[in-house]
């Protein structure tokens, strides 16, 4: 069956990084494209950025353009999600999410920007 396993997550202070990684099996992963979406608190799941299956195409919404890079390697099945520069606002669940014959989603891996 289809699974995605997120890691990564944590607390960390303004202006640092963390790097996120979902893990996927059950599907041919070398052949979809993958997002990471994010959940802060009382807000609705937003998208943050998606990679093409073969990672040649990448877009990002504007909040985390040019602090946070999307990537994937096909061998080992995983999707990352580098974040630099993080702020208080990028504290939310962070997703991953596979659109194959529907959405699948992993459990969310918490990420916490807070002094």
């Known amino acids: 069956q289809v699974q995605l396993v997120e890691s990564g997550g944590g607390l960390v202070q303004p202006g640092g990084s963390l790097r996120l990684s979902c893990k996927a099996s059950?599907?041919?992963?070398?052949?979809?494209?993958m997002s990471w979406h994010r959940q802060a608190p009382g807000k609705e799941r937003e998208i943050v950025a998606s990679?093409?299956?073969?990672?040649?195409?990448?877009a990002y919404e504007d909040f985390v353009k040019g602090r946070f890079t999307i990537s994937r390697d096909n061998v080992n099945r995983t999707v990352y999600l580098q974040m630099n520069d993080l702020k208080p606002e990028d504290t939310a669940v962070y997703y991953c999410?596979?659109?194959?014959?529907?959405?699948?989603w992993g459990q969310g891996t918490q990420v916490t920007v807070s002094s």
């Open positions: 059950g599907f041919s992963f070398a052949r979809y494209t």
């Open positions: 999410k596979a659109l194959l014959s529907r959405d699948y």
């Open positions: 990679i093409d299956n073969i990672g040649s195409v990448k």
